[in-house]
């Protein structure tokens, strides 16, 4: 009974993911027994659409409360939105799209990278246990984002938000330089990464496939380079253990699995669509 068949009513509020292919997507099953299991009077459907504009047009019931976009239509959907949230605008893509109920407007959000912050904020919190109640654990900080793609943008704008001080290191270092400029922070060269440390206890985000099964010898960075660091997140998550995170591990650092920023963007999404505070446990366990 993936679509609690029985509880679907004239007030029931239809959720779905829209992205092509979707079969594979685990979002249905998820956010479905998450409803359930809080008595939320919703369901939650795989979309698959060619035309995202259409899509939406066709579909402009009350009812339709809420979607979640995967490849390839991430940047198709911010240009259906009537309001867009000015991270999603910086990205220039949408993860997100809920109806507003005092409006019916369609707003976007781009919260991919909510999951990772999130993440690597109880990282944080978990090892040093010190951290003041308020205020995030990564103001202040150093927090060097490798790579310069749509998931380094993203951590990139994510650590901004949160008061860090951004570095950015890219292979490229004209996509370095320009990301940099629009967060306030420094352009590093790939190569020029081993030799950066101006100081002790730095963050280090990997967005960048090194290190991605197959190819599971290699890292993006140095281990010597590594003892610089106190907190080391790599948004691959195939495997789940990378090399860049064992030798991170091996030098003290505190790791946070790839896998753990799905697990949190779910928990922050689910907030999102409901208002309620996410089933945690039920989420990891679908997710596991
Ligand atoms: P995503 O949207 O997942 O971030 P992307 O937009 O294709 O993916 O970005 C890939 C990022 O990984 C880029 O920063 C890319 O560096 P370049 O800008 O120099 O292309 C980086 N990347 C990919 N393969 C790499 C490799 N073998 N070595 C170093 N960086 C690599």
């Known amino acids: ?28 099953h998820l956010y479905n027994a998450a409803f359930r299991s809080t008595s939320f009077n919703g369901i939650y459907l795989p979309l698959l659409v060619d035309n995202v504009s259409n899509f939406i047009t066709a579909y402009s019931s009350p009812d339709f409360a809420g979607y979640s976009f995967t490849i390839p239509h991430k940047e198709a959907g911010l240009k259906c939105c009537d309001e867009v949230d000015p991270i999603a605008k910086q990205i220039g893509a949408i993860s997100c799209m809920i109806r507003r109920p005092t409006d019916g407007k369609l707003i976007g959000y781009n919260i991919d990278y909510l999951g990772a912050i999130a993440a690597i904020e109880e990282g944080l919190r978990a090892s040093n246990g010190t951290t003041p109640a308020s205020g995030s654990p990564l103001a202040g900080k150093i927090f060097v984002v490798i790579g310069a793609g749509g998931a380094g943008k993203a951590l990139a704008y994510g650590g901004y938000e949160k008061g860090a001080r951004v570095v950015v290191a890219n292979r490229t270092y004209d996509k370095a330089e320009e990301l940099a400029g629009k967060v ?10 081993n030799d950066f440390h101006p100081e002790e206890g730095m963050i280090l985000v990997n967005t960048t ?17 590594l003892k610089h660091y106190s907190l080391v997140f790599d948004a691959i998550y195939t495997p789940k253990l990378t090399r860049l995170l064992r030798e991170a591990q091996e030098s003290g650092a505190t790791i946070v699995y790839g896998t753990e920023m799905f697990i949190n963007q779910a928990f922050v999404q689910f907030k999102m669509f409901t208002g309620l505070p996410a089933p945690k446990q039920l989420i990891r366990d679908v997710l596991a």
Do not use: C, F, W
């Open 184 to 193: 306030g922070g420094q352009a590093l060269s790939l190569a020029a990464l």
């Open 1 to 28: 009974d993936l679509y609690n068949m029985r509880h679907i009513g004239p007030d029931t509020k239809v959720y779905g993911v829209i992205g092509n292919p979707i079969s594979h997507s685990k979002s249905p």
């Open 209 to 225: 496939s090194v290190g991605m099964k197959p190819r599971i010898d290699k890292t993006p960075v140095s281990k010597e380079a």
